[in-house]
C-alpha cells in the first residue's frame, strides 16, 4: 500500500480517482503544525531554535491517521503544492512521523509535485520522484521565523507606545504605508483650474468629428496654460464662425500584442476589475478550480494549473494545444506565425512556476458552465480567454492625427488637433481584453481628461479640405489628486517594488482590514486613523524597516536562500542584530516624545489649516491651549487641549473644531475621555436603555458601566455628569462607631447611602454625589430605629415636577420618579405618563386629564376578579345579570341544562350560600 499526502480533501478526491486501489490518499487540511503565538516560539539566543506545536486537535487527528496509515505503508509520497508553503507542509508531516517513529527502517519516502491535478500531470509527477528540498524549507524557515520575530517584538513596543494599535508585521506595515502614503498625497493635493477649447466640426459630406484647441499661433498650449474663463471665452469668441482648414493628414498603422497568462498577482487584478471579487475571494474560487470539480466525468478533474505563481510561461505542449484551438476556432489568420514566449516585469519575480492556464483548453467556458457555480464559471472564463489570446495575433489599428487651422478674429492663428483610430483586424481582441486600472497620475496637472482620443473614429480627411463649426465650447476642468488603491492597484503596486510574494498578497490585504487599520469603501482603500498612527509611528522610529527598497531587498535574500545560495540563519543573524538595536533604541522613549513625532508627521491631517488662517494647534475651547495628539487605553490615539483638566476640549482625529464633542464611535457617542485612565466614555443604548460606558474592557474584562438614572434625559448627559455616574458608588466616609464604610449610590429603587447591609434613602439623585458624612450616619441610624434590619426598602418617589394645586379638587399635582418611569399622582391616585413623554413638558391640564381616566378605571387599587366580575353583572342586562358563570368545563348533561334552565328563572338574590347548594346539588 502507498499512502499519498496532499493537502485539502477536494485534491485528495481528484486524485484518488486516477491511482488504483494501492493508492490510499490522505488530506492534511494545510498546515498541521505552527509556531505558537506566545514568547520563545523563535528563540534567538538558541540560534534561532525554533518551537512548533499542532495547529488544533483537528490538525491531531488527521495526524493520527497518517501515522496508523504509514505504520502499515509500503511507501510514503508528500504530494502537497509545487511551491514554498507546500513544500513545509510536506517537511513538517515528515518530521512529525519521525518524531513518532512511523517510518519503516526500509520505507521509501518521496516527493512529487504538480502543477495541475490532472491524470497526465500526476502520472508524470509519480514518473519522477525527489527528495524534500531542503533550500526551499529553510526560505520557509527564515521567512516564517522573520515574520514571527517582527511581529512579537514589535507589536509590544506598539502596544506600549501607542496603545490602540494591534500589531505591526514585515509586509503588513509595508502595505499599509503605501496606503496611507497615498492619502497623504490626495489631503495635500491642491487642484488648479484649468480651460480647454473644443469645436465640433462638419466636413463637406455634414460629417462630424470633435477638435481640440493644440497651439495659439505656432506656440503650442501645455494643459495649464488656459487659466481662466475670461480667457477662454475670448478665444471661443475669436474663433466662432471662422473658416476651419485642414492642413495636415497623419495616419500610422500600429499593433497591440496580447497581455501574457494570469499570473496570481495579475489574476487578482483583472478579477477585481471586471468582476468585482476580493483578493481573498478570487484565491478561494481559484482554489476550487484548481483542486478539482466533478464534470460528470466519473469524478472530479481539476480545470486550471496552480494558482499561486509570478511565472507568465506556459509548457510547450499546452502552447500546443492553444495554438490548435485557436486555428480551429478563429483561423489561420487569427494564429501568429511564431509561438509567442513572455517575461514577467515584476521585480525579484521566481518565474518557478508556469502561468495560470485551463489544464485542458478543450474544457471550453461554455460547456464546464453549467457544472460551476456563477463565480466559478466567471473565473474560470477569464482564466480560459486570458491563456487562449496570450497565443493569437496582434491587433492592427490605423491611427489618424489630423491639424485643423483657423483664423481668429484678434489676428491669431489657431491650431486645432482631431485624433482617431480605426481597428483594421482585431486580433485577440476578438476574444479578450484586459480591464483598465484608474488613471495613476500623481503629478500636478494631471486629472482624467485625456488630450487625444484615440479610440474615436474619424471621418475620412484630406489636407485642404473646408470645414465649418457647428459648435465651440469652452470647457473648465480641475487637476485631480491621484486615486486610493484598490486592492487590484496596491497588489500592482505591491509587485512592481517586489514586496511580498504570490502567496501572500490575499492574506496581507485581509490582515489590514481585520485590524481595522483599513476599510474599503466602492472597493477603495482608505486608511483609519489607527493605521495612520501606526504607519506615523513606523516611520519616525522605525523607518528602515518600512522602506520600500529594504523590504524587497530582504524578500530577494529570501529568494536566494530558496536557490541554496545563501544560508538562512546567517540572514536571521544579519537581521535581527540592527532590529534589536533599533528596538532598544526606543524602549526608554517617553509617551511625550512619541506624541511630539506622531504630531509632527500627521500635523496636515489632525490639524487642518483653519480657514480664517488662525494656528490650527489652538484649542477653540479655551483659546491658550495647544492642541495635541493623546493617548487613552483601550480607545487609542485623539485629541486634546494640553491645558487639562482646566480645559477639557477632546476631539477625534480626523474631526475638525466645529465636531468637538460629538466623537461618534460604531456603537455610541463618545463624550470625552476619563482625566484618570485617559479611556474614553461613551453613551450607549443598550436592551434596557441608556447607559454610560467607560472605555473598551481589556482581556475578556467587561468596561465599566453605569446606567442613566430613571427620569434623567440621557441627552442632557455632558461629560462632568458622566465622569460622576461612572465614580458611583462613592465612599462618603467611615461610620464613627463602627468604622467600617459608608457609601452612596444608584439602585434599582432609587438613590440610596448604605452602611454594614442597611439600606436608607436618599430624596434626590444629587444627594448621591453631595450628601456628606454626618447626614449619611444619621440616615442609618433613623433606618435603623424605624426597624430597618439590613434589608433594601423601597425608596420614597422623588419628586421631579410640581404642577400645582387640582383645579376641581385641591391639593397637590405632582409629577414623581417611579419604579416603572415617570407618573402623576394626586391624592393616591397615580397615572403613567405616555410613552415618549418628557416629565419637564407635561402641563397640569395634562395631568388632570391622565388623573380623570385613572380614576375611572378604578383609581390606583386593583380590585379583586370577583369585584370585577359583580360590577360587570350590574351593568349588564338583567337577563343576563341572573346568569351565573359556569364552574365547570365538562360536557353539558342532560340534567345540567336543566339546572341551567331553572337557575335562569331564579330572582337576583340567588346568589346566596343555600341557593348556591342547591344549585350543586341539582347538577
Not at 485590524?515 to 528602515?544: C, H, M, N, W
Request: some cysteine.
Amino acid at each position: 500500500m502507498n499512502v499519498v499526502i496532499v493537502e485539502s480533501a477536494a485534491k485528495a478526491k481528484t486524485i484518488n480517482k486516477y491511482l488504483g486501489p494501492k493508492f490510499k490518499v490522505i488530506a492534511s487540511f494545510g498546515h498541521v503544525r505552527d509556531l505558537p503565538s506566545k514568547d520563545g516560539s523563535v528563540d534567538p539566543d538558541a540560534d534561532f531554535a525554533m518551537n512548533w506545536d499542532i495547529v488544533d486537535p483537528k490538525s491531531n487527528k488527521i495526524l493520527k491517521e497518517i501515522t496508523d496509515a504509514v505504520k502499515g505503508a509500503d511507501k510514503l509520497i508528500l504530494a502537497t503544492d509545487p511551491d514554498r508553503e507546500g513544500e513545509a507542509i510536506s517537511w513538517h508531516i515528515l518530521q512529525v512521523l519521525e518524531k513518532r517513529r512511523a517510518l519503516k527502517k526500509d520505507m521509501h519516502v518521496e516527493r512529487v509535485a504538480f502543477n495541475a491535478v490532472t491524470k497526465q500531470a500526476i502520472q508524470q509527477a509519480l514518473a519522477q520522484p525527489r527528495q524534500i528540498d531542503e533550500p526551499l524549507v529553510s526560505a520557509y524557515l527564515a521567512r516564517r521565523a522573520l515574520d514571527y520575530l517582527v511581529g512579537f517584538t514589535l507589536s509590544p513596543v506598539l502596544w506600549r507606545k501607542l496603545p490602540g494599535a494591534r500589531s505591526a508585521g514585515r509586509v503588513q506595515s509595508v502595505a499599509l504605508r503605501l496606503i496611507c502614503n497615498r492619502e497623504a498625497e490626495i489631503e495635500a493635493f491642491r487642484s488648479d483650474e484649468y480651460w480647454t477649447i473644443e469645436a465640433d466640426l462638419l466636413t463637406g459630406k455634414k460629417e462630424e468629428f470633435s477638435a481640440r484647441l493644440a497651439a495659439i499661433s505656432g506656440t503650442t498650449l501645455k494643459k495649464l496654460d488656459i487659466k481662466e474663463e475670461a480667457q477662454a471665452t475670448a478665444i471661443k469668441a475669436a474663433i466662432e464662425g471662422g473658416r476651419f482648414k485642414v492642413v495636415s493628414v497623419e495616419k500610422k498603422a500600429t499593433r497591440r500584442n496580447p497581455y501574457a497568462p494570469f499570473t496570481t498577482s495579475t489574476l487578482q487584478m483583472d478579477a477585481s476589475r471586471k468582476l468585482g471579487f476580493s483578493a481573498k475571494q478570487t484565491m478561494q474560487i481559484a482554489q476550487r478550480l484548481y483542486e478539482g470539480v466533478d464534470l460528470g466525468e466519473a469524478g472530479p478533474v481539476g480545470l486550471i494549473t496552480y494558482m499561486r505563481t509570478d511565472g507568465v510561461q506556459i509548457v510547450p505542449e499546452a502552447v500546443a494545444t492553444i495554438r490548435r484551438e485557436v486555428e480551429g476556432d478563429f483561423g489561420k489568420r487569427y494564429l501568429p506565425p511564431f509561438i509567442r514566449e513572455y517575461k514577467s516585469k515584476a521585480k525579484n519575480a521566481q518565474e518557478a512556476h508556469e502561468a495560470i492556464r485551463p489544464t485542458d483548453v478543450s474544457r471550453k467556458p461554455a460547456r464546464v458552465s453549467r457544472y460551476l457555480d456563477k463565480d466559478q464559471a466567471r473565473l474560470y472564463d477569464l482564466i480560459w480567454k486570458r491563456a487562449v489570446a496570450s497565443q493569437m495575433a496582434s491587433a492592427e489599428l490605423e491611427q489618424t492625427a489630423a491639424q485643423i487651422e483657423v483664423a481668429g478674429r484678434d489676428g491669431k492663428t489657431y491650431t486645432l488637433r482631431a485624433t482617431g483610430s480605426v481597428i483594421v483586424f482585431d486580433g485577440f481582441l476578438k476574444l479578450y481584453e484586459e480591464g483598465r486600472d484608474e488613471r495613476q497620475h500623481a503629478t500636478k496637472g494631471k486629472d482624467d481628461t485625456s488630450e487625444e482620443d484615440d479610440t474615436a473614429r474619424l471621418p475620412a480627411l484630406a489636407e485642404g479640405d473646408p470645414l465649418t463649426d457647428r459648435k465651440i465650447d469652452a470647457n473648465q476642468h480641475f487637476t485631480q489628486p491621484p486615486p486610493r488603491f484598490t486592492e487590484a492597484t496596491l497588489v500592482k503596486r505591491m509587485e512592481e517594488l517586489g514586496i511580498g510574494r504570490p502567496s501572500t498578497y490575499a492574506s496581507t490585504l485581509a490582515v489590514l482590514q481585520e485590524r481595522d487599520y483599513v476599510t474599503t469603501d466602492k472597493k477603495r482603500l482608505i486608511p483609519q486613523d489607527k493605521g495612520r498612527l501606526v504607519t506615523a509611528f513606523l516611520e519616525s522610529f522605525f523607518k528602515r524597516y518600512v522602506e520600500y527598497d529594504f523590504t524587497a531587498d530582504l524578500e530577494e535574500k529570501l529568494d536566494l536562500i530558496s536557490d541554496d545560495k545563501l544560508e538562512w540563519k546567517d540572514v536571521l543573524r544579519d537581521f535581527w542584530k540592527d532590529f534589536t538595536g533599533a528596538v532598544n533604541d526606543i524602549k526608554d522613549l517617553r509617551v511625550s516624545e512619541v506624541l511630539d513625532a506622531l504630531n509632527e508627521i500627521l500635523g496636515p491631517h489632525v490639524f487642518p489649516p483653519r480657514e480664517d488662517g488662525s494656528d490650527p494647534r489652538q484649542c477653540p475651547a479655551c483659546g491658550t491651549g495647544q492642541l495635541s495628539l493623546k493617548i487613552s487605553g483601550k480607545y487609542g490615539a485623539f485629541i486634546g487641549c494640553g491645558n487639562y483638566p482646566e480645559c477639557r476640549y477632546t476631539r477625534q482625529l480626523s474631526q475638525t473644531d466645529d465636531g468637538a464633542g460629538e466623537m461618534a464611535l460604531p456603537d455610541g457617542k463618545v463624550l470625552g475621555f476619563d482625566p484618570e485612565s485617559g479611556d474614553s466614555i461613551s453613551l450607549r443604548t443598550g436592551r434596557f436603555g441608556p447607559y454610560l460606558q467607560l472605555g473598551e474592557g481589556a482581556d475578556g474584562e467587561k468596561p465599566k458601566r453605569s446606567s442613566i438614572p430613571k427620569g434623567v434625559d440621557a441627552g442632557s448627559i455632558d461629560l462632568e455628569r458622566a465622569i460622576q455616574l461612572l465614580s458611583l458608588p462613592r465612599e462618603v466616609g467611615l461610620h464613627p462607631e463602627t468604622g467600617n464604610p459608608i457609601t452612596a449610590g444608584l439602585g434599582r429603587y432609587g438613590p440610596f447611602v448604605l452602611h454594614d447591609g442597611t439600606y436608607a434613602n436618599l430624596e434626590s439623585m444629587e444627594d448621591v454625589f453631595s450628601i456628606g458624612l454626618n447626614r449619611a450616619v444619621t440616615l442609618i441610624a433613623e433606618k435603623l430605629a424605624g426597624g430597618g434590619k439590613g434589608r433594601f426598602q423601597r425608596a420614597k418617589p422623588a419628586v421631579l415636577k410640581e404642577l400645582g394645586e387640582h383645579p376641581s379638587e385641591g391639593g397637590k399635582v405632582e409629577v414623581l420618579s417611579g419604579r416603572y418611569g415617570p407618573y402623576v399622582s394626586h391624592n393616591k391616585i397615580n397615572a403613567t405618563l405616555p410613552k415618549g413623554k418628557e416629565p419637564e413638558s407635561i402641563t397640569l391640564e395634562e395631568a388632570v386629564t391622565l388623573l380623570a381616566e385613572k380614576a375611572a378605571k378604578g383609581g390606583k387599587a386593583k380590585k379583586p376578579a370577583k369585584a370585577k366580575a359583580a360590577k360587570k353583572t350590574a351593568d349588564a342586562p338583567k337577563k343576563a345579570a341572573a346568569k351565573k358563570p359556569a364552574v365547570t368545563k365538562k360536557p353539558a348533561t342532560a340534567a345540567k341544562t336543566k339546572a341551567a334552565a331553572k337557575k335562569s328563572k331564579a330572582p337576583a338574590k340567588a346568589k346566596s350560600k343555600k341557593a348556591a347548594s342547591t344549585a350543586s346539588g341539582d347538577a
